[in-house]
């Protein structure tokens, strides 16, 4: 006589099982993926930002040309540290500085400021650093009759301490340059207490990239960080 049970087959996993498992391999699966994002380090200067992979680094030498940075003379490059990438399928340096972006790009820097001009930083020129964003940088801008930047808005200005030794300010602002279509800036730069060093990002594309991708534009904003170490 058999006894009870003997000679069962082993069923396969019921319906919950079963999907528990599947579920377990697409999670394993996912995670062995390449990452996400691209972490932008400056240690010596405590300075990151973090990008997703797919956005491409400009060539360092462009961007300082871009910049007006002549990267044949070595000593307007010492002590500046510089960064850009670019959401475009084709990446380029025109769409850091250009007429137009149709899709996010971006510049981090870190610049070390002369003793000699130190007194002259205020929040205004750290607004202006790159366009005339303050009312009387935009008044003295409408006086030159070869400026490439027009219908200038502003969409926020915050004054920013996010800790001890470090202040700034945070811009968004839209301009057309040169004619071309609104582009949307958003620009965060930061000074060291004793004005020595000046810490630069901004993201920029069109007005309408800017609207459609302002997840992706935020998040990278949010990941700017700067740790400065009082004196």
């Known amino acids: 006589m058999t006894g009870r049970g003997r000679g069962r087959r082993v069923g396969r996993p019921g319906g919950l099982v079963a999907g528990l498992i ?18 932008v380090t400056n240690s010596q200067d405590h300075t990151y930002l973090r990008v997703p992979v797919s956005w491409r680094q400009l060539d360092t030498k462009a961007v300082a040309g871009a910049l ?16 850009g990438y670019d ?14 972006a ?32 303050s009312e009387s940088a935009r008044d003295q801008d409408a ?25 700034g300010v945070h811009v968004v602002y839209v301009y057309r340059i040169d004619g071309g279509p609104p582009q949307t800036f958003d620009q965060i730069v930061y000074v060291n207490d004793d004005a020595s060093k000046l810490y630069m990002f901004y993201v920029r594309c069109s007005t309408q990239c800017y609207g ?8 990278v904003v949010s990941s700017f960080t700067v740790r400065e170490t009082p004196a």
């Open 102 to 133: 149709d899709a996010p790009a971006v510049f981090i820097g870190v610049r070390d400021v002369p003793a000699s001009v130190r007194g002259q930083i205020s929040l205004d020129l750290l607004r202006n650093l790159f366009r005339p964003v």
């Open 212 to 219: 459609q991708r302002k997840p992706e534009i935020t998040n």
């Open 87 to 100: 959401a475009d399928p084709r990446p380029s340096v025109e769409h850091l500085t250009g007429q137009a």
């Open 143 to 167: 006086l030159n009759p070869t400026s490439q930047f027009s219908g200038f808005s502003l969409v926020s200005d915050q004054v920013l301490a996010p800790s001890p030794g470090l202040r």
């Open 22 to 39: 599947t579920a377990l391999i697409t999670v394993a699966v996912a995670g062995c993926g390449g990452p996400a994002y691209t972490y």
């Open 68 to 83: 007006g940075i002549d990267p044949a003379d070595e000593s307007t490059q010492a002590g500046f540290w510089l960064q």
